[in-house]
């Protein structure tokens, strides 16, 4: 059983701009890495892997502005729906009839209104907070009260 525990935070939150900017990050990450497995898919017909994108953009100042974990954490996002679309590409080409339409390849986030999800484990979480009850994300100045027994938590999503 997984247990969730869900904190809303409005646009008058104080912690709201910083969310917001590591959301922001997330998603430079994403459609860049989202651009370079495109090129070599579609120009090469070859597929990029993890690994490969984490050499390319470990250099980049959005990979870098956050955790290696939490920028990691993007990449693997990005590479588990490429995946997914190879995959329903290869049962496509075997089985349309399964599928209303092709497969269409995984899109990029709106370049001005876009976000995406941050994830940090708990090794990119502050332990010495975590035991007063706090999530505290590294690199951030982001402190939340949590409820949940701190060895039940395995990570933290910012949405």
Known sequence: MKLVER???QKNH???????????LSKNIYNYANYLIR???????????????QKTLSTQPDY???????SQQILMII?????????ANKVYKQNPSKFNAR???PRYKNKIT???????????ISKKQLKQGIINPSKTGIYLKTLVPTSQIKQ????
């Open 7 to 9: 904190h809303i935070i």
């Open 14 to 24: 104080r912690f709201y701009a910083e969310i917001d900017r590591l959301c922001f």
């Open 39 to 53: 090129q070599s898919f579609i120009f090469e017909n070859t597929y990029r892997h993890y690994y490969d994108l």
């Open 64 to 70: 870098q502005a956050m955790p290696a974990k939490v």
């Open 79 to 87: 590479d588990r729906n490429w995946k997914s679309f190879l995959a």
């Open 103 to 105: 497969p269409r390849l």
């Open 114 to 124: 876009g976000r995406n999800v941050v994830v940090y484990r708990t090794q990119a």
């Open 156 to 159: 933290v999503r910012l949405v």
